[in-house]
């Protein structure tokens, strides 16, 4: 959630965040409403109980004959201050849910807008052409027999898939150069639980708009993750964490999205897919060193797409397309020749102190006292580059070449050959 000092003091700001966001304004004004109503219930209840103190000596002080009429007093008094601890309760619970609704104050240099309404900050190679009729991914997978899709359907529905062979086998090795890739940036690789408990899940940002994304299991009340970010966000969570050094990790995990309101978007192919792998990056920096370390994920994905030898742009998502946690995000979007469009690979966020303000990830000031620490993710590796790099290095005769970084994951593997229709 924001600050609430913020939230109070320049509640203008907050508001024209919001409506940069194209969110309701309004939901400020409600939150000003909950944190006044809250901070006087807290006022009343330390009144009454400073009032229950100060009467417990006296009674301690009374002599006997006047003890029973003070006790009687006394127990009154208690349950004035029991009441007013449950308007508390209630007032708190109010403020939570009033501050929920508000996003993370955006970033001034974000654009306005809506989704199309990015603003392209670079670009990296060519919008790759062929002088032969080019291949979709699809055709390409199931002539080099990659994956199938039609068991994946009939195993489990729409949108899963097997991999299988050599694109079981390319996928690993785009997972392991990314580890590699991250390893060598000083990440420290952690494969993370892909269930977790519903307040880590709220913390994150992920039950605010994208709840309907989440898959549910009501009977453990427990949540399958559409990203190891959220577990990630989760490891500090109740903590004063070190931050003299950046604390950098990544996370290992497969990933499940309900994909809600896709229908009839991307249906052919695996681009959109209720469950893959991913390899994510995590930050948990101080909040000064956020905007350096979001340059430094950002710089750090380009260089693996370029040794994946793709043609890609960099976007800065537009506010009304910003998820509820994210200040500002960065897109990577790969060219995708089938389509004749960009499509994104990889995201990083700055989420500043957003996620641990909600999960109570602190770090100590030079003052000794603590603070909430600012958190970054980025997307370092998934089984959606399958799609760019078979479509962007297939050759005429339906063979596809295998960027030089990948090969030695490979086995030296160099071309990757069709081998018919798969059986």
């Known amino acids: 959630m924001i600050d609430p000092q913020l939230l109070r003091?320049?509640?203008?700001?907050?508001?024209?965040?919001?409506e940069r966001r194209g969110d309701p304004v309004s939901y400020v004004d409600e939150a000003l409403e909950a944190e006044r109503a809250r901070r006087a219930a807290i006022t009343e209840f330390?009144?009454?109980?400073?009032?229950?103190?100060?009467?417990?000596?006296?009674?301690?002080?009374?002599?006997?004959?006047?003890?029973p009429a003070l006790i009687e007093q006394g127990k009154a008094l208690a349950a004035g201050v029991k009441e007013a601890q449950a308007r508390v309760t209630e007032a708190?619970?109010?403020?939570?849910?009033?501050?929920?609704?508000?996003?993370?104050?955006v970033h001034p240099d974000v654009p306005a807008g809506e989704e199309a309404n990015f603003v392209t900050l670079s670009t990296h190679g060519e919008e790759r052409a062929f002088d032969f009729e080019a291949r979709d991914h699809v055709e390409l997978g199931e002539s080099l027999q990659a994956f199938d899709i039609v068991r994946g359907a009939k195993?489990?529905?729409?949108?899963?898939?097997?991999?299988?062979?050599?694109?079981?086998?390319?996928?690993?090795?785009?997972?392991?150069?990314?580890?590699?890739?991250?390893?060598?940036?000083?990440?420290?690789?952690?494969?993370?639980?892909?269930?977790?408990?519903?307040?880590?899940?709220?913390?994150?940002?992920?039950?605010?708009?994208?709840?309907?994304?989440?898959?549910?299991l009501p009977a453990d009340d427990l949540y399958l993750t559409g990203t190891s970010e959220v577990a990630l966000a989760g490891f500090h969570a109740d903590e004063i964490v070190?931050?003299?050094?950046?604390?950098?990790?990544a996370g290992w995990s497969t990933c499940y999205r309900r994909e809600a309101g896709s229908a009839g978007r991307d249906t052919r192919g695996i681009l959109r897919v209720h469950q893959f792998n991913k390899l994510e990056m995590f930050s948990y920096v101080k909040p000064d060193e956020a905007e350096a370390e979001h340059d430094r994920m950002r710089a750090l994905q380009e260089r693996m797409l370029q040794a994946c030898e793709l043609d890609y742009r960099v976007i800065d998502?537009?506010?009304?397309?910003?998820?509820?946690?994210?200040?500002?995000?960065?897109?990577?979007?790969?060219?995708?020749?089938?389509?004749?469009?960009?499509?994104?690979?990889?995201?990083?966020?700055n989420c500043t102190t957003f996620q641990a303000r909600r999960l109570g990830t602190r770090y100590r000031t030079e003052t000794g006292r603590t603070a909430p620490a600012a958190t970054l993710n980025g997307t370092a590796a998934t089984t959606r580059w399958l799609v760019a790099i078979l479509e962007t290095h297939q050759q005429a005769d339906g063979s596809v070449r295998v960027p030089a970084a990948l090969q030695p994951y490979l086995g030296g593997i160099g071309v990757i050959e069709p081998v018919g229709a798969s059986a």
Do not use: C
């Open 9 to 18: 003091e320049q509640p203008d700001l907050v508001k024209a965040s919001q």
């Open 46 to 67: 330390e009144r009454l109980r400073a009032e229950q103190n100060a009467h417990g000596k006296l009674v301690g002080a009374a002599a006997k004959e006047d003890r």
């Open 92 to 105: 708190e619970a109010a403020f939570d849910a009033a501050v929920s609704r508000l996003g993370n104050l």
């Open 155 to 216: 195993v489990a529905g729409s949108r899963f898939y097997y991999l299988t062979g050599i694109g079981m086998r390319l996928e690993l090795a785009i997972m392991l150069m990314g580890l590699d890739q991250v390893l060598a940036d000083g990440f420290t690789p952690l494969t993370t639980p892909t269930l977790v408990r519903p307040e880590i899940m709220r913390g994150t940002g992920f039950l605010g708009e994208h709840a309907d994304e989440v898959y549910h």
């Open 242 to 249: 070190d931050l003299e050094q950046p604390r950098r990790y």
């Open 317 to 349: 998502v537009a506010a009304g397309d910003l998820g509820s946690s994210a200040a500002r995000k960065f897109d990577i979007e790969a060219w995708i020749p089938s389509q004749q469009q960009y499509r994104e690979l990889t995201s990083t966020s």
